[in-house]
């Protein structure tokens, strides 16, 4: 399984050559929910590691939604400036708890479909693209089931709570069979007609 630093939002995830590999979420290029009871649900990665490769990762919905904003308990800090890491968690969560309750969210989307920015957690993203000069992040949309793709910059998906003002949206929902692989999720992308869509979340 993965560990995440919640300070710097990078992933540590396994190489099978170099023997871990610290990765963020935009070098992502698959997820998807693992069939099964598991509780808390696992998810398989597919990431483009540092090393020219892609590999298969697992990691749990804990780490992959909530750990980025300090939220999993379980997560440990790498703080070598301070010794303070209890102190480092607690801030963190109280930072991003009063930041949601604000109606702010760590992350977001534009659906197309319900024409409307939508919020979202990593685990709704399907597939992602960085051949494009942006960022292709297919979003499976929480509110209406549709999936919806879009393009914005590493720091949109990266960053917490920072959103692209606006993003670019292709043209089109797309059923899950149409983006049942990355070399069918590129075809859509090399057709795709991109409108750009202000993305400012009234909660
Ligand atoms: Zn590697
Ligand atoms: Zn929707």
Avoid at 65 to 85: H, V
Avoid at 95 to 100: D, G, N
Avoid at 157 to 171: E, K, L, Q, Y
């Amino acid at each position: 399984m993965s560990g995440v630093d919640a300070l710097t939002g990078v992933y540590t995830l396994p190489c099978p050559g170099r023997g871990e590999s610290r990765v963020r979420l935009s070098s992502f290029r698959e997820i998807e929910r693992l069939p099964g009871p598991a509780h808390p649900s696992i998810y398989r990665v597919v990431f483009d590691c540092s090393c020219g490769g892609d590999h298969v990762a697992l990691v749990g919905h804990d780490a992959l939604d909530w750990a980025p904003l300090g939220l999993d308990e379980a997560t440990t800090f790498l703080n070598l400036m301070t010794s303070r890491t209890d102190d480092l968690a607690t801030e963190l969560v109280a930072l991003a708890s009063a930041r949601i309750d604000r109606g702010e969210w760590p992350w977001s989307f534009f659906c197309y479909l319900e024409d409307a920015p939508r919020p979202v957690t990593p685990s709704s993203f399907r597939l992602l693209d960085g051949s494009v000069h942006r960022v292709a992040v297919a979003v499976s949309c929480p509110c209406c089931g549709s999936t919806s793709i879009n393009l914005v910059t590493p720091a949109h998906v990266d960053v917490p709570f920072h959103s692209d003002r606006s993003v670019g949206v292709v043209a089109g929902a797309f059923e899950d069979r149409s983006l049942a692989t990355r070399e069918t999720f590129r075809a859509e992308l090399s057709a795709a007609i991109i409108d750009d869509r202000r993305l400012e979340l009234h909660a």
